[in-house]
C-alpha cells in the first residue's frame, strides 16, 4: 500500500558527506512519521534519526551534530544529510514510514536499503 524508495548512498572517504533520499509514493493520506535507521555487516539494525509530522526530530547519540533529517512534505520525502562520515557509520541505510493510508488504516513500511561505506 505505501512503497518507500530509497537513493543516495555510496563510496565516501571519513570526514565527507552524503545526502540521503527517501520518496514515498502509494495510498497516502497522511505520514505520521518518518525515520532511519541503519545495518552494519554482522550488526542489528540500530535507530539513526527520526521526524514526526511538524517536524520534531530525534537523534542517535552517534550521529547527533553530524546528521540532519528533514522532510518534503509536498513531495512526501525525507532526506538524510550526512556530514564529517566516519568509517563506522558504514551500513545500509534504511527508510521506515508510519503512514495512515487513504482507507485510513494506519501502515508501517520500510524501504530496500541503500549501501553507505565510508573508506579511505
Known amino acids: 500500500q505505501v512503497q518507500l524508495v530509497e537513493s543516495g548512498g555510496g563510496l565516501v572517504q571519513p570526514g565527507g558527506s552524503l545526502r540521503l533520499s527517501c520518496a514515498a509514493s502509494g495510498s497516502i493520506w497522511k505520514i505520521r512519521t518518518m525515520g532511519w535507521y541503519r545495518q552494519a555487516p554482522g550488526k542489528e539494525r540500530e535507530f539513526v534519526a527520526t521526524?514526526?509530522?511538524?517536524?520534531?526530530?530525534n537523534y542517535a547519540d552517534s550521529v547527533k551534530g553530524r546528521f540532519t533529517i528533514s522532510n518534503d512534505n509536498a513531495k512526501n520525502t525525507l532526506y538524510l544529510q550526512m556530514n564529517n562520515l566516519k568509517p563506522e557509520d558504514t551500513a545500509v541505510y534504511y527508510c521506515?514510514?508510519?503512514?495512515?493510508?487513504?482507507?485510513?488504516?494506519?501502515?508501517?513500511?520500510w524501504g530496500q536499503g541503500t549501501q553507505v561505506t565510508v573508506s579511505s
Open positions: 521506515t514510514a508510519e503512514t495512515l493510508t487513504t482507507a485510513a488504516i494506519l501502515v508501517g513500511s
Open positions: 521526524i514526526i509530522n511538524g517536524g520534531s526530530t
